[in-house]
């Protein structure tokens, strides 16, 4: 599974748009990108995953560059609580279905 | 539907002691796995199991941890004697066969602590 590299941390304002970059420039092409998230106290929670489509859904929006060695994650209006740690992830679709979590990005929603 | 359930929450046990862990995966869900996160570290894979088969156990750390899924529905992971390095917090996800990474659903973890 391809590398991915993501800021520690991040600030944004309330109501605004949060936008998440990572970087994979390892990515082969069968592999995807899927986003989760870790609120504090909870587990880590699903967000959306792409493969080189942009992809839209009720949380929020994943943009791919063309040549795939980057995504950027999107919050169109955050919230206070969304503050929590995003971890991408790169991997095949197919295989072993475990998730390989690195750091993350550390993202803090404040009012 | 009812979420992935994990317990205790939370859990204090002496070095030595004897722990067990309980996951309650979503009905019909085969796949059922087992993370945690150790004190600043990053979320690690321990286990998966498939139905009530282990599929993959690389991430166990030593053989002081036992995961067992009995019928295939519950799954217990049992720590024996536990150390202090065990202190963290362990996940329990479970998934529906032959779906992806994206249709995890994450219970809330129990947290351990060894003093």
């Known amino acids: 599974d391809a590398k991915t590299t993501q800021p520690p941390s991040m600030d944004c304002a309330e109501g605004r748009a949060a936008n998440l970059p990572c970087n994979h420039s390892?990515?082969?092409?069968?592999?995807?990108v899927y986003w989760y998230r870790q609120i504090h106290s909870q587990g880590p929670q699903y967000i959306i995953h792409g493969l080189k489509n942009n992809e839209t859904n009720e949380m929020a929006s994943l943009i791919i560059t063309e040549d795939r060695k980057s995504s950027t994650l999107i919050l169109p209006h955050a919230t206070l609580r969304d503050t929590a740690v995003y971890y991408c992830i790169v991997k095949f679709s197919g295989g072993y279905n475990k998730l390989i979590f690195g750091a993350g990005t550390r993202l803090a929603v404040h009012p | 539907e009812a979420g992935v359930t994990q317990f205790p929450s939370h859990s204090v046990i002496e070095k030595g002691q004897t722990v067990t862990l309980r996951c309650d995966p979503i009905?019909?869900?085969?796949?059922l796995y087992w993370y945690r996160r150790v004190m600043g570290k990053e979320i690690k894979f321990l286990l998966h199991?498939?139905?009530?088969?282990?599929?993959?156990e690389s991430g166990m750390p030593n053989n002081r941890f036992l995961a067992e899924r009995t019928g295939g529905t519950y799954s217990t992971l049992k720590v024996q004697p536990a150390e202090l390095e065990d202190s963290g917090v362990y996940f329990c996800?479970?998934?529906?066969?032959?779906?992806?990474?994206?249709?995890?659903?994450f219970g809330s973890g129990t947290r351990l602590t060894v003093v």
């Open positions: 009905s019909g869900h085969d796949n």
């Open positions: 996800a479970s998934s529906r066969a032959g779906q992806g990474i994206y249709g995890y659903t």
């Open positions: 390892t990515i082969s092409g069968n592999e995807y």
């Open positions: 199991f498939v139905k009530e088969s282990k599929q993959d």
